[in-house]
Structures are given as C-alpha cells and as structure tokens.
C-alpha cells in the first residue's frame, strides 16, 4: 500500500510540475515569436486585429507546447529525475526551432517548412 501511495504522489506533483511547464513555455514561446509581427501590416488605432493577433499568437505556440506536454503525460509514473529530463527535452527543441525560424524568415522570409512550391 505504501508503494502505491508514493507513486500516486509522484504522479500527482510531476502533473503539476508538466502543467506548470507547459504554461511557462506556452508564455515563452510566444514571447520568442514576438518578431513575426514586425513584419505584418497592423492598424494602430484598431483593437480588434491587435487582439486577433495576439490571440492567434498565444493559441498557436501554446498549442506547440501542448503537443510537447502531453505524450508526457503517460510517462509521470518515471522517477522524478528521469522524468523532468526527458519531459524538458521536446521544450528546448521547440525553443530553438522557433527562434531558427524566426532569424531564417527575418532573412529569407520564408519559414523552415518541409513542404515546397
């Protein structure tokens, strides 16, 4: 019984550690990606298209985080150490496309795609 108690905990505290991580690199990537829109025509007097994009933003990286999260998920069982790193590991890999990305289209203006016209 006592074994169970003790997986049951890690369990719980690696959701919330995965949680927390997912919501700080939602944040962080979209923070990263802030130079997309220095190169998109945005009216200043009008809330509305600001809005939609910054919705857009935070909606499209955090859905990138998201798909980082949760295979994670399924694994919170794995001892603390183990699991921290191998949960981290897909966040850095993001962070750095995104920033790869946005240095390539600054000076290409086209994104790292796997598809061609």
């Not at 927390?20 to 190169?39: G, I």
């Not at 399924?74 to 949960?87: D, M, S």
Request: charged share 10%; glycine share 4%; net charge positive.
């Amino acid at each position: 019984m006592l074994f169970f108690q003790r997986v049951l905990s890690r369990v719980r505290n690696h959701s919330k550690w995965l949680t927390c991580l997912f919501l700080l690199n939602s944040v962080l990537l979209s923070l990263l990606a802030l130079p997309y829109t220095s190169w998109m025509d945005l009216p200043e007097d009008k809330w509305l298209p600001l809005s939609y994009i910054i919705t857009t933003q935070i909606g499209l990286f955090g859905l990138i985080a998201l798909i980082c999260a949760l295979p994670f998920f399924l694994l919170t069982w794995l001892p603390t150490k183990v699991f921290r790193i191998l949960a981290s590991l897909p966040f850095v890999i993001a962070i750095f496309g995104v920033v790869l990305d946005t240095q390539i289209y600054n000076q290409f203006r086209i994104h790292i795609s796997g598809f061609y016209a």
